[in-house]
Nanobody
Framework: QLQASGGGSVQPGESLRLSCAASGFTLDYFAIGWFRQAPGKEREFVAA????????FYADSVKGRFTISRDNAKNTVYLQMNSLKPEDTAVYYC???????????????????WGQGTQVTVSS
């Protein structure tokens, strides 16, 4: 089970940190991804981390502003979001997938365990 938290309402330029806590399984050999979905739009890739290797991946739209990290001891993945923009407004989801190859890490269909979403609203 994945539990996402940390969403909220902020002004442009501010920061938020999302958390995704895994329970009932360890994240070895998993990739954890963050996706987001705005009203009327398809779910899109934001960032991912391959747990064992620690390698990270980002959508171009968030590169340099968002940072994904993991805490092995807490079985938790974080998404630090800085310099937030109104276009970052969406419901954010975390997801886990086992042994996802790099070429497939940006696709929602590669993940089979999804947490509930957490709303992020960026507005002045």
């Amino acid at each position: 089970q994945l539990q996402a938290s940390g969403g909220g309402s902020v002004q442009p330029g501010e920061s938020l940190r999302l958390s995704c806590a895994a329970s009932g399984f360890t994240l070895d050999y998993f990739a954890i991804g963050w996706f987001r979905q705005a009203p009327g739009k398809e779910r899109e890739f934001v960032a991912a981390v391959r747990w064992s290797a620690g390698s990270t991946f980002y959508a171009d739209s968030v590169k340099g502003r968002f940072t994904i990290s993991r805490d092995n001891a807490k079985n938790t993945v974080y998404l630090q979001m800085n310099s937030l923009k109104p276009e970052d407004t969406a419901v954010y989801y975390c997801a886990a997938g086992l042994r996802i190859i790099v070429s497939m890490i940006r696709f929602p269909s590669s993940y089979d365990n999804w947490g509930q979403g957490t709303q992020v609203t960026v507005s002045s």
